[in-house]
């Protein structure tokens, strides 16, 4: 299963890190998960909850807000606001870089800030919280007396989940713009609330308030004998089982239609390529160290249409090559490019329509590539730039004699 390292930046230009547990077949649909307070994307009950769920066919971005693990920033400077603009961030993210989030998932106070921030995303239409206060202002009773220093105080230091943090007067203030339900009420999204009996930290009644805030459709899953923070696997393991079977009637996503015929985690070195089954007809899963895509063919060609087709991926190497090498020069060069789109074409042609073909050869491949250049430019800066991208590495590698060398080997 693939897990991409991923960055992305706050609305204070802040560098947020996350990670993306991507399902070894089919997408589904892709999932936001917001951990809980102090926590960070690597806290176990986020981390199982969401390799079960790509494991399931479900996509998750984890994240670590502002401060936290590996994402940069001050945690004393932040709020719950903070929180939730830290979320709009990850969901743009997801939005450009794959496709816009349908459901959100947050454990403890990142319950409360999904169900603050979903209805400023349409996208989604689906919400689970995991032993979630029913608002952000809850969570003052974790300062205890530290609350009431920080009525003449600027700030204070708390030991919270044994770290020291300081907690500054602002954090408290925002808290209070959070004190209503009125959000729930109005949320107008399918809703999943999970929540122990026994929970210690956020009583059971919070999900009562939730509960009972809520319009339908809306749906309670006791989570008997688990803790807070979901300790023990078997718990996770079920928060992510019943979610994906809940979700699953929200969202009208489509059951996994492959399967990989391996099962085992692969390792792709720095600079390979492994490509790898996932069903008996055309669907490929392309790993490399970080990555991955699917590869397929049309639904009229007999594949089932999950991805690029050889020849798209083929002409999106040299179109991604050919568009940063044309960028690489030109903020060399300092031009004014602000803009660039490659557009490409392949065709079979008849030899004689090619100059530079070998006039032995009855038929050739073509590739047509238009490139649209926006910016301040003049006629001699653009032959330059044609000349640049007639130039890029995969451009000489197609261009070039290759040789290809293949052997069957017993494992790779």
């Not at 339908?216 to 079920?238: G, R």
């Not at 390792?267 to 069903?279: A, I, Y």
């Not at 653009?382 to 069957?408: D, F, G, M, S, W």
Request: charged share 20%; net charge neutral; glycine share 4%.
């Amino acid at each position: 299963m693939p897990r991409i390292e991923v960055t992305f930046s706050n609305p204070q230009s802040e560098s947020l890190s996350g990670l993306l547990e991507m399902p070894s077949g089919a997408i589904k649909t892709y999932a936001l998960f917001a951990h809980c307070f102090t926590c960070s994307k690597d806290n176990l009950a986020a981390a199982r909850i969401a390799r079960a769920l790509a494991d399931l066919g479900i996509a998750v971005l984890r994240f670590d807000f502002t401060g936290l693990g590996n994402s940069k920033g001050d945690f004393s400077s932040t709020n719950f606001s903070s929180n939730l603009q830290d979320l709009m961030a990850a969901a743009n993210y997801l939005e450009q870089q794959y496709a816009p989030p349908t459901l959100l998932i947050g454990h403890s106070l990142g319950g409360s800030a999904v169900l603050a921030v979903a209805q400023d995303l349409a996208c989604v239409k689906a919400v689970v919280t995991i032993g979630a206060p029913a608002t952000a202002a809850h969570i003052k009773y974790l300062f205890a007396d530290s609350y009431h220093a920080l009525q003449h105080q600027s700030f204070v230091q708390v030991e919270l989940g044994g770290r020291s943090f300081n907690i500054q007067r602002q954090f408290i203030d925002d808290l209070e713009k959070y004190n209503s339900i009125t959000h729930i009420q109005s949320l107008k999204k399918a809703l999943l609330v999970f929540h122990s009996p026994v929970d210690q930290v956020v009583s059971i009644e919070e999900a009562a308030r939730i509960y009972t805030a809520a319009k339908h459709p809306k749906s309670f899953v006791s989570l008997d004998q688990a803790d807070h923070l979901l300790s023990n696997p078997e718990d996770s393991q079920y928060v992510a089982e019943v979610l994906s079977a809940w979700v699953s009637r929200y969202l009208k996503t489509e059951r996994i239609p492959i399967k990989p015929e391996v099962s085992e985690i692969l390792t792709v070195e720095p600079g390979s390529v492994m490509v790898r089954e996932l069903d008996k007809k055309f669907t490929r899963e392309i790993l490399t160290q970080h990555h991955r895509l699917i590869g397929d063919e049309p639904i009229a060609m007999g594949g089932a249409d999950l991805g690029f087709n050889p020849y798209e991926l083929l002409l999106a190497a040299l179109g991604s090559c050919t568009s940063m090498t044309l960028r690489m020069y030109a903020n060399h060069k300092q031009i004014d490019l602000q803009e660039i789109k490659v557009l490409l074409h392949h065709r079979r042609i008849h030899a004689e329509d090619c100059v530079d073909c070998d006039k032995s050869t009855p038929m050739a491949d073509k590739i047509i590539r238009k490139i649209q250049l926006k910016g301040n430019l003049d006629e001699k800066q653009r032959t330059r730039l044609l000349e640049i991208a007639n130039q890029c590495p995969v451009h000489k590698t197609l261009k070039n004699r290759i040789a290809v060398e293949t052997t069957i080997t017993e494992s790779l």
